[in-house]
């Protein structure tokens, strides 16, 4: 009797937790930012590399954004971007190098539901001037960023996801300089 009364608590127990009474969220955090200051000096190149400016705030860019151990780290497809999450990308896990995912920066809808699908816990997207801010409002579903000035290169948007299984999900985001 007692085991029939185990093996009918089990069941039951399984029952909820596969129904979603026990849905646990699973949070996300995507990490929003535009490359470093990229070299001016030749003004015909289309695709510079960084400064010597640039180098730098890559480099501080690991201390700022490293605490949050990435899984995941997106790119466009110009140098400049590459190069400030390089730095990252190769110091987050002193096991193995993070490879650097280059995304399409033309398709930023598609591209934002591929991040709010992902399995990962936290993910740092670099992109531009205009694209970071862009792609922010998307994740947010609100438009409250507009354009950085062709000069800024400091701000970072760190949006946080709350997600549910059966439920609409709910962010929260911050800037913070770096």
Same mark, same amino acid.
């Given at each position: ?28 955090? !995507? ?33 700022? !954004? ?35 995912? !280059? ?76």
């Amino acid at each position: 009797m007692k085991i029939l009364i185990c093996l009918l608590f089990g069941l039951l127990l399984f029952t909820l937790t596969a129904s979603g009474v026990f849905a646990q969220r699973r949070n996300l955090t !995507i990490i929003l930012l535009r490359h470093a200051e990229k070299d001016l000096t030749d003004k015909n190149r289309t695709n510079p590399e960084l400064s010597a400016a640039g180098k730098t705030r890559a480099e501080k860019l690991v201390e700022t !954004i490293g605490k949050y151990k990435p899984d995941l780290i997106y790119s466009t497809n110009y140098t400049r971007a590459k190069s400030t999450v390089l730095p990252l990308a190769e110091t987050v896990d002193e096991r193995y190098r993070i490879p650097i995912r !280059i995304y399409d920066f033309d398709k930023l809808e598609e591209f934002a539901a591929e991040l709010l699908k992902s399995n990962a816990r936290t993910i740092v997207v670099v992109g531009h001037n205009t694209t970071t801010p862009e792609l922010a409002n998307l994740l947010v579903k609100q438009a409250k960023y507009k354009a950085l000035g062709d000069d800024e290169y400091d701000k970072i948007w760190i949006v946080k996801i709350k997600r549910y299984k059966r439920k609409p999900y709910k962010s929260t985001e911050k800037i913070v300089a770096y």
